[in-house]
Structure formats: C-alpha cells, structure tokens
C-alpha cells in the first residue's frame, strides 16, 4: 500500500502498480502524471464518487479496483482507456452502468454488492468478457443480449430478484463456473435439499491456530468435546456478510444438504449458541498431508487456476484425483447441487492423489428431476471439470489417454458433454 505523500512528492515515477486508501473524497491529480507506466490501479477503500475527464490520459491502464468507495455510477471516462480490461466496484452504491462506461476489452468485471436493478443491453457487445461478478444487487433480469457473449466463463448472479434462470445462460459454450442461490425462483430447490444436521454447542467446541479464511468465513483448528474424549476438529465461522459469490446462509444450506461423501469436506454439525450470533459449521480436521491442489486464478489467467512453476503430477495420481473430484461432483448433482466452483483451489489432495472437493461458497440448488434444466446444469459443471483435468493432464507428461476424456468435458455443445457418472465409468476403465 502506497501513501499520499509519496505520490505528491514524486517518489512514485514510473510506478505500474499503486493503491491507495487515504479516506479519498477526490480522485488524486498527480495519479495522472504516471500515464506512462500505470496498469494497475487500486483505489479501494476510500469516499470517491466521481473520476474527472482526465482519467483518460491513462492510457496504459488494465486494471482497476474502486472497491468499497460511493460510486452511484459506473464513470464514463473508463472506457477511453482502450488497455483496460479489468474492473473492480465491489461494495459501492451504484444503481446505474452506462453503455458508454464499458470499455470493450473488457475481460473481467465486478459489480458485486450494488444497487443494480438492471444493465444495459451494451454489455452483450464486450466480446472477451469471461468473468461477470453480480451478487448481491436487485436484478430482476438479464440482457437477453448477453447470449453474444459467447467467451463468458464464469459468472455470479445470487442474491439477487431473478424470477428465473434465462435458458441462453446454459448454451453459452464457454460456461463453467455459475451461482445463482439466493434468488426468487431458487429458494423452492433450496428447502426441498435441506437435511437435519446435528447441532453443537459453541461450549462444547475450543479453537486453535487459523487455518484460512476465505470471503464467506474462518476456518480454524479446533476441538470439540464429548463424554467419550475430545475430537480435533476445524470449525468455520462465517463472517454473515455479502461475498462474490452470494450469501454466507446459502453455502451453509449446500454444505448441509451435501451430505457425507469420501471426496467431500462435509459437516459434522452446526454450531449453535454462538455469543455474538454467528454462523458456523464443524468439520472433519483434515490431516495435514494434505496441500491444495492448485492456487486461484491470477489478473493474467483471469478464471483458470495458477500452480507454481515445476508442478508435475504421476499419472496414478492424476487418475485418483480427477476419480475423486468427479465422484464427488456426482454425487452431488443426484442431490441437485451444482458445485459453483469447481476448481483445483477448492481440492485438497495428499501425495497418493486422494482428493478432498471443498467449499460450498458458489453452491445452488436446483430440481434434478426437471429433464429441461438439470442435464445442462450438469454439464455446465462438466466443463469447469474438463479445466481441471486439462490442468492435470499438462502437468503429467504421461497423461495421453486422458486427453480424449479431457476434450470431450469441454467441447463447446454443453449437452453432448458426458455426466459425471459417465466420466466416473470412463476415468475407472482408464484406470484398468
């Protein structure tokens, strides 16, 4: 994090990178006498509402964040910026986006927490838009000119008034991650997937070391204790506050009704009793040879998962996790849940390729039984899988006869890609 005196005496020159929280209420001058070398812009966390005309001079600019600011607007001067690609407006207070504030490289936008209540018909003109963040507004639809944006890879569109899932979402052949809880037409699917859970007393429960933390919630080491002994335990306490991908009460509701599996983190209870009235789940305590299999998407890599440079997988380890990971992707789906986001930083893996899906966070629910809907939810899934693999099979030099398998999770017909039982069957053949 940079200062304002550091920016006004000129120590920054030549910087590609500055962010900035200052409790600004007006956008910086000198910020503009970096023109010829700022890309990256993170002005998060201040009062700003407007940006002058001059915010076109940065014409190197590719990435913005104005998160946590009072925006009512997105500003129109943005999309004199031909580099720029990313925006960020999370948690801000806007209630309009402007056709002409949308700069049309855009590969990556965020609105999340907002007053949406509608977007302009424009947005179906960005052609390299992938990632489109806009839970926690008040949409009561979707441009049905969105269906040109045929690069569109992941999108959040929960908490918000949708009285329906618009069908051209699920033929968009790039499609692959979605969450779409806490809408009006998806709460009936949500109450029939409820289960009971046992219910434990915060008293009982102690905690330890963090262990991470994510946008809905905490998760720390923890022992819960009974008559027979104490058991080691991670607990989860959610932070009850809007995320990127939806509410913390929705990806409780999924972790619940998800049910026990041997390739899922599911719950042992839920915590009740807390003092200060949060939230919470207990968990198994995953043993500690366990890794994350992949890191979250960069700037650059926009929606797929980063690995650190070297990363080589066996092919018997390649074959378990990618068994692991769609096995419990099915058994999902037969509950009616579609993942939301499935991907290698969800997965926890030890060095025999055991794999552990986790993160309930972009969950939702829908009606298995409905034949119009429920396969094409699936195989919208089935391509966030086939990524996955993709990423496995690069990383095994001896993972060819993976790759017919890979192609067919993410050819661009969503319906002619296999289910996740087939990809089971098929993974389990190849394992022979």
Known sequence: MHTLELLRSRQLTDARRLALAAELTEFPEEILELADSLEILDLSNNALTTLPDGFARLQNLRVVFFNNNRFETVPE???????LSMLGFKANQIATVPAEALPPQTRWLILTDNRLRSLPEAIGHLPHLQKLMLAGNQLRALPEAMAACQNLELIRIAANQLDHLPPWLLSLPRLSWLAYAGNPFSQRFASAGATSLAQIPWADLSLGNVLGQ???????????????????????LFKGAMTSDGLPEDELRACIAAGSHPHLI???GQVIG??????GLVLPLVPPTYRVLGGPPSLESCTRDTYPAGTEFSLAATLAI???VAAAAAHLHQRGILHGDLYAHNTLVNAAGDARLSDFGAASFYDPANRAVA??????????????????CDRCPSAHSLRPLQQACMQPDVLARPSFAEIVDALTAIAA
């Open 77 to 83: 001067v943005l999309s004199q910026c031909p580099n």
């Open 214 to 236: 994510g946008a809905s919630g905490v998760i720390s080491e923890g022992l819960w204790w009974q008559p027979q002994g104490k058991l080691p335990v991670a607990v989860k």
């Open 266 to 268: 599911g719950p042992l």
């Open 274 to 279: 807390h003092p200060e009235h949060k939230k």
């Open 322 to 324: 990618a068994r692991g």
């Open 375 to 392: 396969p094409a939810l699936e195989r919208l899934e089935v391509k966030a899988f086939g990524c996955l693999l993709e990423d496995l």
